[in-house]
C-alpha cells in the first residue's frame, strides 16, 4: 500500500464527496455521491476487520463496494485514505456541529458541546474501532495521525469563520493555533487512555466511556489543566505489578 498525505487530505474532506454548502438541501447527484463514499469507507472498514492491515487490496474494497476501480480512485487515491475516512467521518461530524454553536461562544465550550450533542456512543463507534485495528500498523497509524491533524487545520478555518462575522472575536494567531492544537491532542490523548482501559472492547458501556473521556478531556483543557479528582483508574490499572509514580506535591 502507498501513501500520500496531503492527497489523503484532500480526498477525505466532505467537499471531496460532493457535499453541499452549508444550509442548502443536497442534490441527487450529491446524495449519490455521499452514499457511494460511505459504501466504500464501509467496505473498507469490513475488509480491515476480516484480514487485517496490508491484506487487501484498491480491488479487493471495489468489489465488496460493488463499484469499479476507476469509481474507488474518483474518491480515494490509495487503501489507506479510504481507511482514514472512517476517521475523517467522526471528526467532520464534530466540526458540523461545533460550526453549529452560537459564533461568540468560547472555542473550548463549543468544542465539548459539539462532542456532548454526539449523545449516542454507537456514533463513536467505526472511529473506535479503525482505532483499535490500526494500533499494530505504523502505517495506519500515521494516516490516523494525519485525519487528526486535518481536523487541526478545521478547527483554525472556523474559527476563523467566527471571526469574520464577530470581529470581537479575533485570536492572535499563535493563541488559535496553539488553542486548535491543544484540542486535538487532548482528543487523541483521550483515544489512548480508553485504548489502554479498554483495548478492542465495542460494546456500549466501552464506548460511553470514550465519549465522555473526550469530554472531559475538553473540560481539562478548559479549566487550564488545573488537576482533577481522580475519577479514571490509571493506565496500569490492569497490572497489579506496576509500580505506581510518587504523588507530586
Known sequence: MSTSSSSNRQSATPAAAGTAPSGTAPSRRELNK??????????????LRRKGPG???VEDIADAAGV???TFFNYFNSTEAAIASVTHGFLDTVLEQFRLRPADEPI???????????????????????????????????????????CTEQIIAAARERAVHHPANQMDELYLRALAGSVISCGKAA???????????LSAESLAILRQL?????????????APV????????????????PERS
Not at 465539548?112 to 495506519?140: G, H, K, N, W, Y
Not at 473526550?214 to 488545573?226: N, R
Not at 490499572?237 to 509514580?245: I, V
Open 34 to 47: 455521499a452514499a457511494t463514499r460511505q459504501a466504500i469507507s464501509t467496505s473498507t472498514l469490513e475488509l
Open 55 to 57: 491484506n487487501f487490496t
Open 68 to 70: 469499479s476501480r476507476r
Open 108 to 150: 473550548l465550550e463549543s468544542a465539548r458541546a459539539a462532542l456532548v450533542e454526539l449523545a449516542d456512543p454507537m456514533t463513536i463507534a467505526p472511529m473506535a474501532e479503525l482505532f483499535s485495528l490500526t494500533q499494530a500498523s505504523p502505517v495506519l497509524a500515521r494516516s490516523e495521525l494525519e485525519a487528526w491533524d486535518h
Open 191 to 201: 483515544m489512548e487512555i480508553w485504548f489502554d482501559r479498554c483495548g478492542t472492547d
Open 214 to 226: 473526550l469530554i472531559d478531556s475538553m473540560v481539562l483543557l478548559g479549566s487550564g489543566f488545573t
Open 230 to 245: 481522580q475519577k479514571h483508574p490509571p493506565a496500569h490499572h490492569n497490572n497489579p505489578s506496576a509500580p505506581h509514580s
